[in-house]
């Protein structure tokens, strides 16, 4: 089955400077790679999502990469503020996004200091 | 809109017992998904349902069980509870045919 890896599992950054964060896949099915925040004491919240007819999104400080060749996605985040510290997951899916049974990565802990 | 609710917040049990979770998707959503989040293993499926039929199925035993409603609110089971059980369970509503799915606050079951 689907196996996602997501690196680093903590970052710790300088309030204004970029984080990235990297995950791989190992279905080649997979299609659909959204990202979730989750701050402590609630659910995730998804900030950004990518289909694999796309290489790249952007949403504001927000942007995901997508490379299909080497099976891998990354997560950037720019000018960090305190507010982004949070645990961030990736997941794929192979429905498209139509479907819910996502794969999720086992997180990064992004710290962000002021 | 409203977001996913998801009853009850908090949940104790003891081994051997049994439980039901409850969730609302958001309105107009159609699929609802459901997690269990622990440290060890991370976020895990359980399974989708979609129109009131189980759609995708993860690897978790016949003890976790679920169904939907006509009105798209969901209901999850686990039986003979175990100590492994206590996790954040978690729903997750989307549209079912396109768009990105949206989490619940969660359940906290803890199981004694």
């Known amino acids: 089955g689907e196996n996602v890896e997501q690196h680093p599992s903590t970052l710790s950054v300088q309030e204004g400077d970029s984080a990235v964060i990297k995950c791989t896949y190992s279905d080649s099915a997979s299609n659909y790679f959204p990202w979730y925040k989750q701050e402590l004491g609630k659910g995730p919240q998804l900030i950004i999502d990518i289909r694999s007819n796309v290489g790249e999104k952007k949403d504001q400080r927000i942007a995901v990469t997508l490379n299909k060749t080497a099976k891998h996605f990354s997560l950037h985040i720019t000018e960090t503020q305190p507010e982004d510290s949070a645990v961030y997951f990736c997941?794929?899916?192979?429905?498209?996004?139509?479907?819910?049974?996502?794969?999720f990565g086992k997180g990064t802990k992004l710290s962000v200091k002021p | 809109k409203a977001g996913v609710t998801q009853t009850p917040r908090y949940l104790i049990k003891t081994r051997g017992q049994q439980v039901t979770l409850s969730c609302s998707p958001i309105?107009?959503?159609?699929?609802v998904s459901w997690y269990q989040q622990t440290p060890g293993q991370g976020l895990q499926f359980l399974f989708e349902?979609?129109?009131?039929?189980?759609?995708n199925k993860g690897n978790f035993p016949g003890r976790f069980s679920g169904r939907q409603f006509s009105n798209s609110r969901s209901e999850m089971n686990v039986s003979t509870l175990e100590l492994g059980d206590s996790a954040l369970y978690l729903c997750?509503?989307?549209?079912?045919?396109?768009?990105?799915?949206?989490f619940g606050p969660g359940t906290r079951l803890t199981v004694l």
């Open positions: 349902y979609f129109s009131e039929t189980q759609r």
């Open positions: 997750a509503s989307s549209l079912g045919t396109s768009g990105g799915a949206y």
């Open positions: 309105s107009g959503h159609r699929s």
């Open positions: 997941a794929a899916s192979k429905g498209g996004g139509s479907q819910g049974n996502l794969i």
